[in-house]
């Protein structure tokens, strides 16, 4: 959980840190010396087991945290399913499994954390890894976008309720991202994933890092990140032409 020799006294709980963008963001940090606790419902290095479906369990980890740390700097929410299905399609079992761990754990996690950081006087921050799908609607995917568009909104409160506590909150809004995330969440995934530009996990990690290394006095709000060939360069083309 710690480098060796590490300088940097801040402590972190980094959620669905078992791979993907979550991994990238613990190596990252355990690699600038912080001291970060990963959860993840499957075991792996650096990582407590907890299933964020299940809220009673949920409930205790940050209370854990700061009783064996004595300290929380940084929570980054992280962790995030989806069963994407067109409308008429939609599984109510589905919607309540993405409810539960995309806003219901993010909300729980979030709330615990402002009382312990408001409570020891730590400069906290808190970084919500929401997805462009809380930014924009995508056919096929509106129980997914139903869930990120209010952790948006939970986020964008958290941010201003944070500013009187001396808590930073950034909501960092990815687009496609090459991780197991599509194995559940599409049929083909590989087809998916093959037909987009997409990013690597290291991408958003950088921005978690860059948005929690700013200065003492720049609050980082917000970051959308996507791949530079992530867009439609046909259309962008077609209504630059009908302006020219």
Not at 31 to 38: F, L
Not at 82 to 106: F, K, S
Not at 161 to 167: C, F, H, K, R
Request: a negative charge.
């Amino acid at each position: 959980m710690t480098a060796p020799g590490r300088t940097d006294s801040r402590v972190a709980v980094v959620t669905g840190a078992a791979s993907g963008i979550g991994l990238a963001v613990k190596q990252r940090l355990i690699g600038d010396g912080m001291t970060v606790v990963g959860v993840d419902q499957r075991p792996a290095q650096d990582c407590v087991v907890q299933d964020l479906a299940d809220a009673e369990g949920t409930s205790r980890l940050i209370d854990t945290v700061v009783d064996q740390y004595g300290r929380l700097d940084l929570l980054v929410n992280n962790a995030g399913l989806a069963r994407h299905a067109p409308v008429d399609r939609i599984r109510m079992a589905d919607l309540e499994l993405m409810w539960q761990v995309n806003v219901r754990a993010v909300i729980q996690l979030t709330a615990a954390a402002f009382r312990e950081m408001a409570r020891l006087g730590c400069p906290g921050h808190i970084v919500n890894v929401i997805s462009t799908a809380g930014q924009r609607a995508e056919p096929g995917q509106a129980a997914y976008c139903a869930t990120k568009f209010a952790v948006r909104g939970f986020t964008e409160a958290a941010q201003l309720e944070g500013l009187a506590a001396g808590i930073k909150v950034t909501a960092l809004f990815p687009a496609g991202v090459t991780t197991g995330f599509w194995n559940s969440a599409v049929t083909d995934p590989a087809g998916f994933i093959g037909s987009k530009a997409f990013l690597t996990p290291d991408d958003v990690a950088d921005q978690v890092v860059t948005a929690i290394n700013a200065p003492a006095g720049v609050h980082v709000e917000s970051i959308t990140v996507r791949h530079v060939l992530d867009a439609d360069l046909d259309g962008i083309a077609a209504a630059t032409r009908a302006v020219g």
